[in-house]
């Protein structure tokens, strides 16, 4: 079972540059999230999408995009990457219609802005 | 103010120890969860265990268990007969039910070290 499955793993980019995080689940989740991990600041919401076709902005969106693609796929934007987004992120999902439900996470990107 | 409290940074526990992690939250919601989730040094979440707001016992899941104190909005992990893989970073998380964003907020978490 792939579950939550996040590219690319590691990447570098340079303070101007743009690129897209990509995001796939496999378990049928109307949910699904970006988070952002810091050192000493534990795991914070970027944006969120409750269900296809809707996007919501979570405690640090500024600087991001994303795309809900289908019911599968959920996308990070960097237009303009900069160093303050040199971070761990992490993608997840969960099934919205049981509100005990876990978020299942991927393995993360770890990305370095210079 | 932080939604999420963890208190102890670190903490280094013997092996077969019991190991009790701390959480405390601020809600105004009456309906709400508690999470914990596990980080090992490899990267991953791991999902431990969840407490309702409205459960009325204690949530237990093999060695882990919560201790849950409404009153003092505490939502303590504990881990029974500590083992060297329990060594990690352990994040508490609330969902809260009354709406607004989704998701879960995290606390800063405590990393844990399992001392032979």
């Known amino acids: 079972n792939a579950g939550v499955t996040q590219t690319p793993k590691f990447q570098v980019l340079k303070t101007g540059q743009s690129m897209t995080l990509q995001c796939a689940q496999d378990?049928?989740?109307?949910?699904m999230y970006w988070y952002r991990q810091d050192p000493g600041m534990g795991l914070r919401l970027i944006y969120y999408s409750a269900s296809e076709g809707t996007t919501d902005k979570g405690e640090v969106p500024n600087g991001y995009n994303v795309s809900r693609l289908n019911k599968r796929e959920f996308s990070l934007r960097l237009e303009s990457a900069a160093p303050s987004q040199t971070s761990v992120y992490f993608c997840?999902?969960?099934?919205?219609?049981?509100?005990?439900?876990?978020?299942?996470f991927g393995n993360g990107t770890r990305l370095t802005v210079t | 103010a932080q939604k999420i409290t963890q208190t102890q940074p670190g903490m280094f526990v013997q092996e077969k120890e019991a190991v009790t992690l701390d959480c405390t939250y601020d809600t105004s919601d009456q309906s709400y969860g508690l999470f914990w989730y596990k980080q090992p040094s490899s990267g991953e979440m791991i999902f431990l265990i969840y407490q309702g707001s409205y459960d009325e016992q204690n949530a237990t899941e093999g060695r882990y268990s919560l201790n849950f104190q409404k009153a003092r909005k505490s939502a303590n992990l504990v881990i029974s007969a500590s083992q060297l893989g329990d060594s990690a970073m352990y994040f508490c998380?609330?969902?809260?039910f009354g709406g607004g964003a989704d998701g879960l907020t995290f606390g800063k978490g405590t990393h844990l070290i399992i001392q032979p």
């Open positions: 378990m049928n989740h109307n949910s």
């Open positions: 997840a999902s969960r099934l919205k219609v049981v509100g005990n439900s876990p978020l299942h």
């Open positions: 998380a609330m969902r809260e």
